[in-house]
């Protein structure tokens, strides 16, 4: 039986905003969760490189095999979540840690490219227009989460204590979204074909879009409590309301990118957010107080929120459903490489120069995102 629209809709809402809920615990509770494994920033830098090394793997083995499993895809993925987080709420070292994370990761990366899949699907069997509103549901959860996350850490709460009942609410949502979307049949099969050569040289470009939005995005979100708590002197609350105002700038730039949407192609507005992303990262580059580095981390939020749901809603377009899996886990798993040596990368930036020349590297890379985007041509609907 096919659930009715608004339970498709509200469920597909319900997962994005679950995952936002994680990410914006797990973002917050990454000091204490450096102290556990003991190791330096950039050492820890490498550590978190195990999400996106899982993320990768898992995303291009679902790929292939996407569009025969999508009734059960989220909610396998959101399972998966789940475990790892737990796991990684009672770690004790580096080890334990890191096996954590890349399960984490593994289910992330995987959960991405199902989500944007079901989010396709949807927009082309009700008519709606859904891409820019639940990525800015993600940010919008992480928001919340992270301020709350840092406020009970001020009150002494731990990774033990917070990450465990996260992973509950990701159980919650995977039932919840398998009664949403368990009357999805299995597609037809990918077929090679001239459409999927001729279109792959765009495909690559755009996963190098999707690239250089993670390094931007990883890189802010990555360290922004770090850099508030470390680099400024401010306490855990304040990293928390730091990790809260770029996801607050994330959910303010798609809503405004999907006010936009019908009078400007999207790699357009990608080009006019990167061209803001320089001035924030370099508010954040000269900031010595955290009130100046909020702002600048609202700013570089609202700059970087346009890019992946740009870049997925153009890859959606090109290609049919069967190849459609197939398509976002080579333009996501793209993306998962700037995720992999975005935080390794500027670790050793911070390390060997300081917070202000990190900033400033990711200011040079937005530039980079705005003259790719005169490279990609207009997207055309695949039939």
């Not at 509200?10 to 797990?26: D, E, P, R």
């Amino acid at each position: 039986m096919t659930a009715s629209p608004r339970f498709q809709i509200t469920s597909i809402f319900a997962a994005y905003g679950a995952a936002g809920v994680c990410w914006g615990a797990f973002v917050t509770t990454l000091p204490p969760l450096q102290t556990i494994s003991g190791l330096s920033e950039a050492g820890f830098g490498l550590l978190l490189s195990m999400i996106t090394i899982g993320g990768i793997v898992t995303m291009q083995a679902m790929g292939k095999v996407l569009h025969r499993v999508q009734a059960v895809a989220i909610p396998l993925c959101l399972v998966g979540f789940a475990i790892g987080l737990a796991i990684m709420g009672f770690s004790s070292g580096p080890v334990s840690l890191g096996m954590a994370m890349f399960i984490a990761g593994g289910a992330s990366g995987a959960l991405d490219i199902s989500l944007n899949m079901r989010a396709a699907r949807i927009e082309t069997d009700l008519g709606v227009h859904l891409f820019n509103r639940v990525h800015a549901l993600f940010p919008f959860a992480m928001l919340v989460t992270s301020a709350i996350v840092g406020l009970l850490r001020e009150g002494g709460a731990t990774p033990q204590t917070i990450l465990p009942p996260i992973a509950v609410i990701l159980f919650s949502t995977a039932w919840f979204e398998w009664r949403a979307g368990r009357h999805q049949a299995p597609g037809v099969a990918a077929q090679s074909g001239e459409g999927r050569v001729r279109l792959r040289g765009v495909l690559l470009m755009l996963g190098g879009l999707a690239g250089i939005g993670a390094v931007m995005e990883g890189g802010a979100h990555t360290w922004s409590a770090l850099f508030v708590e470390r680099g400024l002197g401010s306490g855990p609350a304040m990293g928390g309301f730091a990790a809260a105002s770029i996801t607050l700038g994330l959910t303010t730039g798609r809503l405004m990118a999907h006010r936009l949407e019908h009078q400007l192609r999207d790699m357009a507005i990608v080009r006019l957010a990167a061209l803001l992303a320089l001035p924030a990262f370099l508010l954040l580059a000269f900031s010595s107080t955290a009130g100046m580095a909020l702002a600048g981390f609202f700013l570089a939020g609202v700059a970087i929120g346009p890019v992946e749901p740009a870049v997925y809603r153009s890859v959606a377009k090109r290609h049919s459903e069967a190849d459609r899996g197939r398509a976002l886990a080579l333009a996501t798993g793209l993306a998962y490489v700037g995720y992999l040596a975005g935080p390794p990368m500027l670790g050793q930036v911070i390390e060997r120069a300081g917070w202000g020349p990190m900033w400033a590297v990711l200011g040079i890379v937005s530039l980079a995102a705005c003259a790719l985007t005169l490279r990609i041509p207009p997207a055309k609907t695949a039939t």
